[in-house]
């Protein structure tokens, strides 16, 4: 619905214009009043009004004042003038306002009818006027984003091959001088995909200015923004800052003269985002404050083994002093980025990748955790990095602790089958055998039967019975002094037992045997 504003001192004539105009032209208006010039100004501004109907004698401020002042603000509302005065002055100063029609009070319905139904028209076709055009510019906007981001991600582009799509695009301004800026955007507990990246930086842009500039997306998904002047990313920057629930960061290029250059400002701007990490704050990090950081270093690549070597051992406060000394703020502050970048990529090589590699995969949350640890770009500071890397190495020190008690605890219990098998036929108890492997009783108590699935006494009697069964198929020896030979006090203990476990004594399971050989 058109939203039309009928401005008259009389509520009568308002009103009845009103409804002259909705029964001739229902459901096609919002109707808005006023009183004076004063009142309809602002009415005019606060709700966009697209139709103006107004009276010229008024109190305050009147019909031709209104218009002078609304025409500041709203260079396309149609106005329509009403007077009682067939006054040539006052159709001299309507024609100097643009106003589109003015008539006479009182007023002709079919007059009236005929003018609202002009004032549709036109109104109609300036807008498709105006939607062709917003096409026509987004076509072309688009147009300028393909080329602008076809020659940043293709390395092998000449400077020729550059310079054709650049001037096609209509991107001749960059020869006069530019700065390009990489705008890295967070929310709480938000990866920067999820972030609307794209109503936040237009209205900046909006604000920053008319200047040249134009922005595109690049492989990773940053913004790219490259601006004539270099104020202009820093008001949007600062604009951008006061929002309370995203965290703003760019990398802005030194000073770039030709379109040759594009490549050259993107990766200093590529470079300059990256020391976001050591950067307390939000705001802009320009090419030219870290340029020429010291590069001839060594990474402390013994002291991340021996980190890896400690995990499992019981010694993390030392693991943790080891790595805030490997991790020396210092030091990262010092040299170029790529030395904290060659940290974190030996710390997941060297401690984390040789975790799973030795002890095989951890739990889900500590996979999760390592996923989110191996890229120091997925932190707003690098002391949220290296809480995260603590927090990991913690996690793995408990997981490589637990694998290597359970390989312990494996190794421990086969020396003790070992030396129950060589020692049955003695006098045996659990306590001997414990004490052999040097393992609490109690623990081994427990140890044993969840490595056996059964108790020591049931595991030793079944051994005992079944190297008695071999003895009783195999030789001639009597049953008590088998009896004696596996270990049993005395012949009736041996019988009971067998009894037991095979279901008959040893002389009828003797006598089976005989059979079964003799068949």
């Not at 002055?89 to 003015?102: D, F, L, N």
């Not at 020729?160 to 020869?175: H, I, V």
Request: one cysteine or more; hydrophobic letters at 40%.
């Amino acid at each position: 619905m058109r939203k039309l504003l009928i401005v008259d001192d009389e509520k009568n004539i308002r009103l009845g214009l009103k409804s002259m105009i909705e029964r001739e032209f229902a459901d096609q208006y919002s109707f808005y009043f006023a009183g004076d010039g004063e009142e309809a100004l602002r009415i005019a501004q606060e709700e966009q009004v697209e139709i103006l109907i107004t009276d010229i004698r008024m109190p305050v401020m009147d019909g031709i004042e209104l218009i002078h002042q609304v025409r500041d603000v709203m260079k396309h509302l149609a106005v329509v003038i009403l007077s009682g005065y067939d006054d040539f002055q006052y159709a001299k100063e309507a024609i100097r306002c643009e106003v589109k029609e003015y008539l006479l009070k009182p007023i002709v319905r079919q007059e009236l009818f005929q003018v609202l139904t002009r004032l549709e028209s036109e109104l109609n076709q300036r807008q498709v006027i105006a939607d062709q055009l917003t096409h026509a510019m987004q076509l072309m906007d688009d147009y300028k984003s393909v080329q602008l981001n076809y020659v940043l991600m293709h390395e092998e582009l000449t400077a020729a091959d550059m310079r054709e799509r650049l001037s096609k695009a209509g991107l001749d301004w960059l020869d006069h001088g530019y700065y390009v800026g990489i705008m890295k955007m967070t929310a709480s507990g938000q990866p920067d995909h999820c972030v609307p990246y794209g109503c936040k930086i237009d209205d900046a842009l909006e604000d920053a200015g008319g200047m040249n500039c134009i922005r595109v997306n690049d492989k990773n998904g940053r913004m790219v923004i490259i601006a004539e002047q270099r104020d202009m990313l820093y008001r949007m920057t600062n604009q951008l800052s006061c929002e309370p629930f995203f965290a703003y960061r760019m990398g802005i290029s030194e000073a770039m003269i030709g379109m040759e250059q594009i490549r050259q400002g993107y990766a200093e701007a590529c470079k300059a985002l990256c020391y976001y990490l050591l950067q307390p704050c939000c705001g802009a990090i320009e090419y030219g404050t870290i340029r020429g950081r010291e590069a001839n270093y060594h990474l402390p690549i013994d002291d991340l083994k021996k980190i890896a070597n400690m995990l499992g051992t019981g010694r993390e406060a030392e693991m943790m002093r080891l790595l805030l000394h490997v991790f020396h703020t210092k030091d990262i502050a010092r040299y170029d980025i790529c030395y904290l970048e060659g940290l974190s990529r030996s710390l997941n090589e060297l401690v984390f990748d040789k975790v799973f590699e030795v002890y095989g995969d951890a739990s889900i949350e500590i996979l999760k955790l390592y996923r989110w640890v191996g890229n120091i770009y997925n932190f707003d500071t690098f002391h949220d990095y290296i809480h995260n890397v603590k927090s990991l190495l913690l996690r793995l020190n408990d997981y490589v602790g637990q694998v290597r008690s359970v390989h312990h605890e494996q190794k421990e219990m086969h020396h003790a089958l070992q030396y129950i098998h060589d020692h049955y036929h003695q006098d045996l108890n659990m306590a001997m055998v414990s004490n052999h492997v040097s393992l609490n009783y109690s623990y081994f108590s427990q140890a044993f039967k969840e490595y056996t699935g059964e108790t020591f006494v049931s595991y030793l009697r079944k051994l005992r019975i079944e190297r008695s069964k071999e003895l009783l198929g195999r030789t001639d020896f009597k049953v008590y002094e088998i009896s004696t030979q596996v270990g049993f006090e005395n012949v009736k203990h041996f019988t009971r037992v067998f009894r037991e476990i095979e279901g008959v004594s040893p002389l009828e399971y003797r006598t089976q045997q005989e059979i079964l050989e003799r068949r």
